[in-house]
Each structure stands twice: as structure tokens, then as C-alpha cells.
């Protein structure tokens, strides 16, 4: 079970190692990055919640349409102002959506390389890198480092702190420096390690302040469940004081008080405590916002988001379980020492069950705990059988085998074809032989991997595949407009009213006129300049606010002539599953 001859090449180590990661992540990050319209909803409302910062002034409570958006904390926003600022000059008028997606951008790539730091420091150069590429490549990773929001931001400071912690445990002495197999026994109970270095401390403290102010208390909680974990795996606790908690808790104040503190003098207290209970307790107990599903959602899930390292991650955590859970049990010296293995399990295994059983669930909320994963799947892949018979030995190999041989080809196929969709044409069919060629080459050299039984090249292989997959979901997906309804309505608009000086408004939904539409990209595409209104308000409005354009479901239309249709606007709208037929009209003088 060596790794394979190549595994010691330069390219693994240093910064050449980095510099291939980097060039991988903005491979599959920059396709589609500027053409791709603003989303609905989450992104659509952190990005004018900072367009409104900039324009107001005030950086210390968010606010859309003048309300204020407490419910997450700061940094984002003024991680995003400053993109903004500073790519514009100052121009806030000439923003675009992409210029809110670069801190997120930017984490994702941050986010692989701790991983790979991450993954190097426990099990060697190769298991790094793969875990690297692994993280870097997977769909939800491509997806979240495209949306201007908090949750990408927050996995970079999740998985920095993570690594933080890993190198507290081996300077306090409670892991020797250097091999993977190389460790000390924690001491007894009555006394501790010496505590780390200030800096060392600060590795682990300050992104983990950082993550409270980003999305609050996600990437403490995922921290203090591994050490707690930890605490109860080894049977030590006195381990944590060489951590300097002091020392943490004093740089958390320091990083998030001011600004609760200010909040609740403007906004009062009470009041924004409530904001608090609702954003935290609020979502574990009661699904907000029709965001609910079934308690092992995640898991089932995982395979698609994290792929294609997800089909190892079977083989990683059955080997990391077989080689820890025997030793724990014992009563010995070696049942103390913490291990990678273990370090990884209590990273995933405790905050997953707490994903699992809160009631509001969405797909990224475990995407924290998807680097640890990766770097399983990576330590998998490096002591995995280094011939085709010990492969097929393996009964999570044979299964993961089998949906890598299926779904190879067929992911490349479906991604060339909807690249081809959206261009049409000569070049459209371009693209679709071009995807047939890259489809019989991937599954070549997937077979040669295999026949050699080298398991990381044949992840390389599939992570190579995936490249263009990405690259041509993320170049078709703009080019798909009948998703994009705000982006119609916004081009119909300034048409209609190139200085943007007349009142708009949109009108909802209704059982008797059907499908309007309110979503937050409208917002965010009109620069926060539209009233929602309901239907039974469409005419109080029209009156009040002469010469107006309204948004309104065509149905209502129909036997109206005391309006003037201007322009149609049919889609998809993918927030609430419905097609929407739409007109922009305004009352007859």
C-alpha cells in the first residue's frame, strides 16, 4: 500500500503545489463569473444590503429599502463594500454583480489552500494536493464561490481555524512535529501541556473570531464541537488550557463586541438580542423560510456535492473508524494520543449530526465540514491497494468504481450538451464532438490508472474531467434566459425610462391573477428603486404615483383598458418553481 513513484515529484511540494492549486480553482471560478446575473435570494440581498452601505454611509447596520438586515453579521458587507469601492473608484452607480462575488471568490481559494496545508501537515505532499483538488473542484465549491454571500467567506475562516487548532495540538507537544505516525501520549490529567506560542494561539483564535463576525456562531460551533469531541475521545480535558483560551476568548470580544455593542445602542438591545434568538435558536427548532427536509438530507447529498473525491470518502471514513474506534476502547497510553484520523472524525462526525437534526436545512449548510472530508477521501486514495485485484478486494472501492466508470462519460456528455443548447448552432455542435472527444480521453486514462491500481491518478483523471464539465454548465447557464426574469425586466426598464427617474412597482402573487413576481434580484437590478405591492394596491398606487410603470402578472391584463401594456417578460422562476408570465404596463392618461 506505498504511494505511488510520482507522489514525490517538486510540483507536490512548496509553492509550486499552491500555484497549480490557484490556477485549477480559477480554471473552474472564472468561467461565467462576470456574465452570470445577480441570484436569487440570499446573494441578491447581501449585495444590495452593501450597494445601500455604500450609498448611505453607514457601515454599522445593513439595511435593504431602508430595513434594517440584522439577522447576519458585518463582515461580508463590508468585505463586498470594499470590492465595490475599490473597483469602481468610488462609482457606486457603475457596480455589477460579479464585483460582490469577489471576497467569495477569493475565500474559495483560501479554502483550498488550507486545505491542502491542512492535509500535507497530517499525511504528506500527496494527500494535500489531492485534497486540494478535491475540494477545489467539487460542485459546491464551484457554486458558492460564484455567490456573493457569507457561506464561503465563512468555510475560508472555518478551515484556516481548523488548521489553527491542528497546530496548537502538535506545538503543545500533544503530537510530535513531523510525520503523521509520529505521537506523544497526552500527559496525565493532573497536569497540561505547555501552552503554544502567542502566535501559534493567534492562528487559531483570530479566524475563528473572524467567522463569528462573518455568519456568527457556525464556525465556533464546528471548533468547539472537534474539541469537545476531542476532550472526550482521549478522556482529557486539561489539554485545552495549552490552547490559551483566555487568549481566544479576549480576541473574540475584541473582534465582535464593538460592533454588537454599537448595534445595540442604535438599534436597542432587546430588539436585536431578538434578532439573535430568531437567527439561531429560531432555525434549529423551526425551518424558516419553507427551507426544511428530512434529518439525513446532508448525507444523502454529499455525494453529489462533494464529486468526484465524494467516492472515496466511503473508504476514507471506514478506514479512519477500523483503525480509531478499537484503540479508544483500550485502557491504555495509546488510547491518549490524538491522532489525524481522530482529529478528522471529530471535525465531521459530531457537527454533521448537529446539521442533521436542525430543522432549517439547505444544501451548503455541512460545507464547512467538506474540506475535512476531502482530505479523508485524498488519505484514502494514497494507501488505497497498488494493484487492480487489491482494488477490487475493497467493497467501497468496487461500488465507488462502478458510478466513477458510469458517471464519468456521462457528466462530460451532459455538459458539452447543454454548453451546445445554449450556443446553438455550428458552434454548439463544436462543442458537442469536442465533448465526445474529451469523453473517450478521460475514460482512457481512467482505465490506464485503474489497470495500474495508482488510485490518486486515476482522482486526478476525474478531477482533469470535471474542468470542462464546470466550465461549460458555468458558460451555458448565463446564456439560459428565461432564468434570468430580473435581467429582462431590468433591460425592458431602462429602455422605457433611461433615467430612471419614474416610480415602479411589482406586484405579487394571487389565486385569481396568478404568478407575479417580488424576488430580490428585481431589487437589487432596479437598485432598490420598486414598491411591492399586492394586487388589491395596484390601483391606490397607479393614482398616487402618476405616470408609473407597474410589474403585474398578465392575467391581469385581460379586459383591462384602463392600462397601456409596454413590454412582456416570460420565465422560469426557480425560487418557486413557477413559470411566470409577466407584463410592464402603466395607466392610461
Not at 510540483?11 to 490556477?23: H, K, Y
Not at 469602481?88 to 496545508?117: F, K, N, Q
Not at 501559534?200 to 468547539?224: D, F, H, N, R
Not at 460592533?259 to 431578538?274: D, P, S, T
Request: proline share 7%; aromatic share 8%.
Amino acid at each position: 500500500m506505498a504511494e505511488p513513484a510520482w507522489s514525490g515529484t517538486p510540483w507536490l511540494r512548496g509553492w509550486r503545489s499552491a500555484a497549480l492549486l490557484i490556477a485549477l480553482c480559477l480554471s473552474v471560478y472564472l468561467p461565467g463569473f462576470t456574465s452570470m446575473p445577480i441570484v436569487d435570494r440570499d446573494e441578491a440581498r447581501f449585495a444590495q444590503a452593501s450597494r445601500e452601505m455604500l450609498e448611505s454611509g453607514d457601515y454599522i447596520i445593513p439595511s435593504i429599502q431602508g430595513k434594517p438586515r440584522l439577522n447576519k453579521p458585518p463582515l461580508i458587507y463590508w468585505m463586498q463594500a470594499a470590492s465595490v469601492q475599490s473597483l469602481t473608484g468610488g462609482d457606486v452607480p457603475h457596480d455589477e454583480a460579479w464585483m460582490y462575488r469577489l471576497p467569495s471568490l477569493l475565500a474559495a481559494i483560501v479554502t483550498v489552500l488550507a486545505t491542502r496545508r491542512l492535509g500535507q501537515s497530517m499525511f504528506g505532499p500527496l494527500a494535500g494536493f489531492l485534497g486540494g483538488c478535491i475540494i477545489a473542484i467539487c460542485p459546491v465549491m464551484f457554486w458558492e464561490a460564484r455567490q456573493g454571500r457569507s457561506d464561503m467567506v465563512m468555510v475560508a475562516f472555518t478551515t484556516v481555524a481548523l488548521l489553527g487548532l491542528w497546530r496548537c495540538i502538535k506545538a503543545s507537544g500533544l503530537l510530535e512535529a513531523g510525520k503523521a505516525e509520529d505521537r506523544t501520549a497526552i500527559p496525565p490529567a493532573t497536569s497540561a501541556p505547555p501552552r503554544v506560542p502567542h502566535v501559534t494561539a493567534l492562528s487559531l483564535w483570530l479566524p475563528l473570531a473572524l467567522g463569528v463576525l462573518t455568519k456568527g456562531p457556525i464556525t465556533l460551533l464546528v471548533i468547539g464541537l472537534t474539541i469537545a469531541s476531542l476532550c472526550v475521545c482521549v478522556r482529557r480535558w486539561r489539554w485545552t488550557l495549552a490552547l490559551r483560551p483566555v487568549l481566544g476568548l479576549a480576541v473574540i470580544v475584541v473582534v465582535v463586541a464593538p460592533w454588537v455593542a454599537a448595534v445595540a445602542y442604535r438599534h436597542g438591545a432587546a430588539n436585536y438580542l431578538h434578532v439573535l434568538a430568531d437567527e439561531t435558536v429560531g432555525r434549529s427548532l423551526t425551518s424558516k423560510e419553507g427551507h426544511s427536509g428530512f434529518p439525513g438530507i446532508h448525507t444523502l447529498l454529499m455525494p453529489l456535492l462533494l464529486f468526484p473525491g465524494s467516492l472515496m470518502v466511503g473508504a476514507g471514513l471506514r478506514s479512519a473508524i477500523a483503525r480509531e474506534f478499537p484503540r479508544l476502547r483500550q485502557r491504555t497510553a495509546e488510547s491518549l494520543i490524538i491522532t489525524p484520523q481522530l482529529f478528522l472524525l471529530c471535525g465531521i462526525i459530531p457537527a454533521w449530526i448537529f446539521f442533521e437534526l436542525v430543522s432549517t436545512r439547505l444544501p451548503h449548510y455541512t460545507m464547512p465540514l467538506y474540506p475535512l472530508l476531502a482530505i479523508l477521501a485524498a488519505q484514502a486514495c494514497c494507501i488505497a491497494p497498488t494493484s487492480l485485484a487489491g482494488l477490487l478486494k475493497m467493497s467501497p472501492f468496487r461500488w465507488a468504481l462502478t458510478l466513477w466508470l458510469v458517471a464519468l462519460p456521462v457528466l462530460i456528455l451532459l455538459a458539452a450538451a447543454t454548453l451546445a443548447l445554449a450556443l446553438r448552432g455550428i458552434t454548439g455542435v463544436g462543442v458537442g464532438i469536442c465533448g465526445l472527444g474529451v469523453a473517450a480521453a478521460c475514460t482512457g486514462l481512467a482505465a490506464k490508472a485503474l489497470r495500474l491500481g495508482d488510485v490518486p491518478r486515476l482522482q486526478l483523471t476525474g478531477i482533469a474531467a470535471f474542468i470542462p464539465c464546470l466550465a461549460a454548465v458555468a458558460i451555458a447557464l448565463p446564456q439560459f434566459d428565461a432564468l434570468w426574469i430580473s435581467r429582462a425586466l431590468g433591460s425592458h426598464l431602462r429602455h422605457l425610462d433611461p433615467g430612471r427617474r419614474l416610480p415602479i412597482a411589482a406586484v405579487g402573487s394571487s389565486s385569481i391573477h396568478g404568478a407575479g413576481f417580488q424576488e430580490d434580484s428585481l431589487t437589487f437590478e432596479l437598485r432598490g428603486s420598486v414598491d411591492r405591492i399586492d394586487p388589491d394596491q395596484l390601483d391606490p398606487w397607479l393614482k398616487a404615483h402618476p405616470g408609473g410603470l407597474a410589474i403585474v402578472p398578465a392575467h391581469m391584463m385581460l379586459g383591462n383598458h384602463a392600462v397601456i401594456p409596454l413590454a412582456e417578460v416570460r420565465g422560469f422562476n426557480y425560487s418557486k418553481g413557477q413559470l411566470t408570465y409577466l407584463c410592464i404596463m402603466e395607466a392610461r392618461p
